[in-house]
């Protein structure tokens, strides 16, 4: 049998001890888990980062894996630890909006497009069909004392070991119907027009919007971002020069700079408004 | 049988090929270790940061692992190299204070805080009670040719594996009887006063100080750091504005800012004196 | 038996989700591969960097190790995906150059020195005795649909993993008789003088040169880099103060810094000249 895995995705750095303290406390409880990196460099306290590269990367490892995220400012107040199982993973985590791209994923993406609430603003969605979710309330699978400040060491990590060595989600926690996701979704349309918003920004500066496109008719397609216009998509990075857009391995409009950085070109980040024309149908002037 | 475990710890960076080339040599001579990274962004040459990082790190982990710790400005020189067999984990690194805060530890904090030396003046200290340490002499179990500027590849990491497949300490070294330490206890105490050292600055900024504390009548306390005053102790990160002190997660005093970085805003650092008072007990004017 | 091992080295950083991706790849296809980090700290687009650093790392493994490294500027263009099945380690990468310093290992360096191309400019070299080399052209391998701009997840980590699983090269691609390099040992030598160039700079800061020396005689030696004049070789970095030479752990001439960054220092980076000097044999004024 293959043997359990636990990955992690964290804000904690790697100069520091949590990261260690974390991986000691699965392999303590379990030292057949094989432990692997998601990444250690969130941006400090930045959720809708870590939830973009948790959704970029759970859905390529095997059902049965453990996710556990840790990006956490509310650490030790009223928000719940969670533990969510799913048909594509495993994911423990605050209810802070870290499983917003994994639970978009799993409900199919069938919520409409922009909702009304602002971008990036957290709501209560039920959880997904196939999927159930804890809230982890029973302090026999947790480390003790338990640190207000780090549930990482003390109850997302133990919490996973227990799993991989088989104890049952519902052991652990009681059910909810409810998780907090982030609007990451406000996306416009006119005839012709999507208008969306960047949501992420990759170690290149490549910048990820909420656009989902085909790339037929590439030619046709016309780019508006920071007053720039960038004509046409292209297909590599390494076509033109300069900026460029195309589809992203994500699935979703990017903007690009050949060899650079297109955030630090256009000062733009995630937020920044993004248009996506396609010319021959957008009325004159847009 | 679980897979043996080898943690890394060490000033490397992963931006050029030295832990690559640890860990080859572990793998190529124990195909079958796990390796764990602890971290690799100590700041280089940094022996406190590395002795803390390690510290917070190898409680957590099963007493059999073995941990590899390589910051070692003096490499190729007189300085030891070590492996010390504790109850609490087996560690190969340097005899230059990496081990401080392990060795503190597992000698039950017994020493007085205070021992007259200078803050992180090296001091000899026996080996604890149930601990052994050994000067690793056997080239046997070494890499070679060994470079002199690389123990970590050449000695460190074989005798690891080595450890790891068996081999008994005592036929890699000699017996030592003492080990270096850094002096990171300085702290005085007067009525109602306990004056300490920041001695570890984690990746979001937070100012840990050597000053173990409770949190009873939190609010009765008071924290002097570079000429500001922080009243009251709170439980988590998320409780008032700005800067905040309390008990962080390694059973320390803590000096915090929400959502940024205290060392920044008090251009604080290793070695800033922090003092914390409490109100009802200090005389006036403390 | 042991796992099957695959190593990664990235321009991808920890930052984005990019290396979960490829790690959830691989164990999804074979979830008893034990992953190993090389490094994603490769500067962005740095194919000489990355070139160095899996050169450094290769030859600690064992020789069945599967090592993948994507640094890919070209990625979706006409550059061949590869693999090169070696008796040093099977490779799997753009062909772009990534493999220059393990195939002028596995060569056994008989190429001579300065071959007339400019440094760091890309040749085609025939692929080395006892060695073969495979452009991947099997998409049953391969994870669908293939993004135009992540061969990282949809070539190269599902190759690894099927290569892990026992199927072989030559079913997943096709002999190719020539693979690229760049030019790294653009070294000339007149009598008692050796000029070649800064090929890599550590995490430290130290310049490693392409200049392969003993350290016989090591007082008669002088290094001249930028202007400045360093006399000797040492044998540690802990010798002397300020800038100093010695034969680093690569077997190359390498310019360091004691607690210091030579990189900074001297504003030297790669293609930086440097001259060896032995005194005894160099004419006067040289």
């Not at 209810?95 to 602002?118: C, Q």
Request: charged residues 25%.
């Amino acid at each position: 049998m293959a043997p359990a895995i636990v990955t992690l995705t964290t804000d904690f750095g790697l100069s520091s001890g949590y990261v260690g303290a974390m991986k000691g406390v699965v392999l303590g409880i379990d030292a057949d888990v094989t432990l692997v990196d998601i990444s250690h460099d969130i941006p400090p306290q930045d959720i809708p980062h870590a939830a973009f590269v948790l959704g970029a990367s759970y859905r390529y490892f095997p059902p049965e894996v453990v996710h556990v995220a840790v990006v956490d400012p509310q650490v030790g107040t009223e928000r719940r630890p969670l533990l969510v199982d799913t048909p594509g993973g495993r994911f423990i985590a605050p209810d802070n909006g870290l499983l917003t791209y994994v639970l978009l994923d799993l409900a199919g993406r069938t919520r409409p497009d922009g909702d009304g609430e602002g971008f990036l603003a957290p709501t209560s969605v039920p959880v997904p069909e196939g999927c159930s979710a804890y809230a982890l309330t029973q302090p026999e699978y947790w480390r003790h004392p338990v640190s207000d400040t780090f549930h990482g060491r003390d109850i997302f990590a133990p919490v996973a070991a227990h799993l991989c060595r088989g104890v049952r989600p519902e052991e652990m926690g009681e059910a909810v119907g409810e998780v907090t996701t982030l609007d990451v979704r406000t996306v416009e349309r006119r005839p012709g027009v999507v208008e969306g918003r960047i949501v992420f920004v990759d170690h290149f500066g490549n910048l990820v919007s909420n656009i989902r496109t085909g790339d037929d008719n590439a030619a046709d397609m016309e780019v508006d971002i920071r007053g720039r216009r960038i004509e046409g998509l292209k297909r590599t990075f390494a076509e033109g020069r300069g900026l460029l857009a195309l589809v992203g391995s994500h699935g979703y409009l990017e903007v690009a700079e050949r060899n650079g950085s297109a955030a630090d070109r256009l000062e733009a980040g995630v937020g920044t408004r993004v248009r996506l024309v396609r010319r021959s149908e957008a009325g004159a002037g847009s």
